[in-house]
């Protein structure tokens, strides 16, 4: 069993900066991404991070703001989410696929394709 725990949600101002972290439990190397969800609305993907970190995918509504890493031992994979605005505000996610299964371009985006999920962690941005 893979196990994943966030960490560093919190309530900023518009502009203001946060770094979520994720922790896996064990099998590192796998594609790996942050998903966010605010009520009656569908959960979307906002960044991930190949198995080896030299790929990254991102949403439009993030690139140039968010950066996705990970630390050399992959036990921790990052989102640094820089000029926060309000429309940032939801529950984030971090999110494991398989170990066999690549990132891919569009398929990234697709939760259902993810197996580990963490407990989430909220995300606050006021205007």
């Known amino acids: 069993q893979v196990r994943l725990v966030e960490s560093g949600g919190g309530s900023v101002q518009t502009g203001g900066s946060l770094r979520l972290s994720c922790t896996v439990s064990?099998?590192?190397?796998?594609?790996m991404a942050w998903f966010r969800q605010v009520p009656v609305k569908e959960r979307e993907g906002v960044a991930a991070?190949?198995?080896?970190?030299?790929?990254?995918y991102y949403a439009d509504s993030v690139k140039g703001r968010f950066t996705i890493s990970q630390e050399n031992a992959k036990t921790t994979r990052y989102l640094q989410m820089n000029s926060l605005k309000p429309e940032d505000t939801a529950m984030y996610y971090c999110?494991?696929?398989?170990?066999?299964?690549?990132?891919?371009?569009?398929?990234?985006?697709?939760?259902?394709?993810?197996?580990?999920w963490g407990q989430g962690t909220q995300v606050t941005v006021s205007s």
């Open positions: 999110a494991a696929k398989p170990p066999t299964y690549a990132c891919g371009s569009v398929s990234w985006r697709r939760s259902d394709d993810y197996t580990y």
């Open positions: 064990r099998n590192v190397n796998r594609c």
């Open positions: 991070i190949s198995s080896g970190g030299d790929t990254t």
